[in-house]
């Protein structure tokens, strides 16, 4: 298995790695636009070459960076590959001077927690409107 940094991805592999994990599948043009505006990405491979995990950051780069869809193929789940995936990501931005900022279910904290991340009791707020 190889952890990558912004190395290349075919969208047609994120819309499987997608697809794998029942989130539906996204126009290739659309991905392609949602992958240049990053800030950067990390992925997983495995011996074989394919895309078994990725992670999606958002940044402006100064201050704090939106982490969004660590995903991991359905079958490859279980085997540490996500928290290799973070390890690496919370690495890049500790390196970058970046404060994660994520927003996850209830139910995956406890998968969060291990890698120093937890509710905010600073005195911010989330405001959404679904
Ligand atoms: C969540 C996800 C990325 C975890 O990746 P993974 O490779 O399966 O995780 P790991 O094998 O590294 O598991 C690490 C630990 O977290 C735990 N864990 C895994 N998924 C978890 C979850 N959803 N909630 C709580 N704990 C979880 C594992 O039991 C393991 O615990 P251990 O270290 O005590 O054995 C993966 O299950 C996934 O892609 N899920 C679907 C997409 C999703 O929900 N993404 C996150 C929301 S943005």
Same mark, same amino acid.
């Given at each position: 298995m190889?952890i990558?940094?912004?190395?290349?991805?075919?969208v047609?592999?994120?819309?499987?790695?997608?697809?794998?994990?029942?989130?539906?599948?996204?126009?290739?043009?659309? &991905?392609? /636009?949602?992958?240049? +505006? $990053?800030?950067?990405?990390? %992925?997983?491979?495995?011996? =074989?070459?394919?895309?078994?995990? #990725?992670?999606?950051?958002?940044?402006?780069?100064?201050?704090?960076?939106?982490?969004?869809?660590?995903?991991?193929?359905?079958?490859?789940?279980?085997?540490?590959?996500?928290?290799?995936?973070?390890?690496?990501?919370?690495? &890049?931005? /500790?390196?970058?001077? +970046? $404060?994660?900022?994520?927003? %996850?279910?209830?139910?995956? =904290?406890?998968?969060?927690s291990? #890698?120093?991340?937890?509710?905010?009791?600073?005195?911010?707020?989330?405001?959404?409107?679904?």
């Open positions: 190889r990558e940094r912004n190395a290349k991805i075919d047609n592999e994120l819309n499987n790695l997608l697809k794998s994990i029942g989130w539906g599948l996204n126009s290739s043009q659309k &991905l392609e /636009e949602a992958l240049k +505006l $990053s800030w950067g990405w990390v %992925t997983a491979r495995d011996d =074989e070459n394919r895309l078994i995990g #990725f992670v999606q950051i958002l940044s402006d780069g100064i201050k704090h960076a939106y982490i969004l869809r660590l995903l991991v193929h359905n079958k490859y789940q279980g085997k540490g590959i996500g928290t290799k995936i973070m390890e690496n990501l919370m690495e &890049l931005l /500790e390196e970058n001077n +970046l $404060s994660p900022v994520l927003l %996850t279910k209830p139910s995956e =904290e406890g998968f969060y291990k #890698f120093g991340l937890s509710r905010s009791n600073k005195g911010f707020i989330s405001l959404f409107k679904w």
